[in-house]
């Protein structure tokens, strides 16, 4: 749950900054996709520290016994959610971060379903049908940030592509 909150609570400050602060406005903040790529960014930074220090052994014991080395497992699972959040802020890595992050959520589903099918005494957020639905709104949100930027990409290459007129409309 709490990934959920730092993801939701940080798109909104970051949406509510943009909206109210001209300066940052100028910058995007107040847009859905940008917020959501700081909220991203924020929730990643937090669950990538928690591969190491406070949930480690709790990760650990996630990981579904048919993979090998799960303490390896999280800790690059760890790195990968560190360098992932940091390559949203980057506008050149923006895309490929959002869609490694993406591949690893779907990726990382199996040990989900693992705890939630092996733990006991879970807490309710811990259940499958909660975490599932929590995992599809990750997803969610980091498609929201990635097809916006793969548009933005095409539409740059199609405005320099050799022989390309605007319209118009355009100028």
Known sequence: ?????????????????????????????????VALRFGLAVMFIVTGISHFVGMREALIDMVPPWLPAAAALVTVTGVLE???????????????????????????????????????????DDQLVPRTAMQAVFLAAVLAVLIPEIRAQRGTQRQYAPGATLKPSAL
């Open 82 to 124: 560190l360098f992932g959040a940091i390559g949203l802020l980057l506008s050149p890595t923006r895309p490929w971060a959002a869609g490694g992050l993406g591949l690893m959520l779907i990726l990382m589903f199996p040990a989900n379903v693992h705890l939630a099918l092996t733990g006991e005494n879970l807490p309710w």
């Open 1 to 33: 749950m709490a990934p959920l909150l730092f993801l939701l609570i940080t798109t909104l400050v970051v949406n509510a900054v943009g909206h109210f602060n001209s300066a940052a406005a100028e910058h995007g903040l107040g847009t859905w996709p």
